[in-house]
């Protein structure tokens, strides 16, 4: 799946976790504003800085599930605020005109289908050498 394919199918999880609360955003917003939530500085999907950020909150279990080819496991929005800094939910939320408590909860849905279908096969976890590769990238981040 390219990084596109992968918006999408996130922006729709995202916009059917809002549904159930009524929230009714459009799908293109949804999609604009969690390509912006999950980019790096060039404007590419930074998988990789994710997971070093859920490393970091030790979450790496839960990262674990996604990048493997099995079950997903949950994250619940409070650890999905331990990912992303305070501001960048809050202009994720604003970007959709929603409260910082409805964008943790759709992102609780869309945060492991972006890691799993990032990592399908096996592929973006091969990329940074395995689980060891992410270690050692949040490891960089405290010399």
Same mark, same amino acid.
């Given at each position: 799946m390219n990084q596109s394919e992968i918006i999408n199918?996130?922006?729709? %999880?995202?916009q059917g976790k809002l549904d159930k609360d $009524?929230?009714?955003i459009d799908l293109a917003d949804i999609q604009a504003a969690l390509g912006q939530l999950m980019s790096n500085n060039e404007g590419t999907m930074d998988i990789s800085s994710l997971l070093?950020? =859920? @490393? =970091?909150?030790?979450? =790496? $279990? !839960?990262?674990?599930?996604?990048? $493997?080819d099995g079950n997903n +496991?949950? !994250?619940s929005s409070n650890q999905v605020s331990e990912v992303f800094d305070e501001e960048k939910i809050s202009d994720f939320a604003s970007q959709l005109g !929603?409260? @910082?408590?409805?964008? %943790? @909860? $759709?992102?609780? +849905?869309?945060l492991p289908e972006i890691v799993d279908k990032s990592s399908s096969g096996g592929s973006l976890l091969d990329s940074i050498g395995g689980l060891d590769g992410i270690i050692s990238m949040a490891g960089k981040l405290f010399r």
């Open positions: 199918l996130a922006g729709q %999880l995202f $009524g929230d009714g070093s950020n =859920m @490393n =970091m909150g030790s979450l =790496m $279990g !839960i990262a674990s599930s996604w990048l $493997g +496991e949950t !994250i !929603i409260s @910082n408590d409805s964008a %943790l @909860n $759709g992102l609780t +849905e869309a």
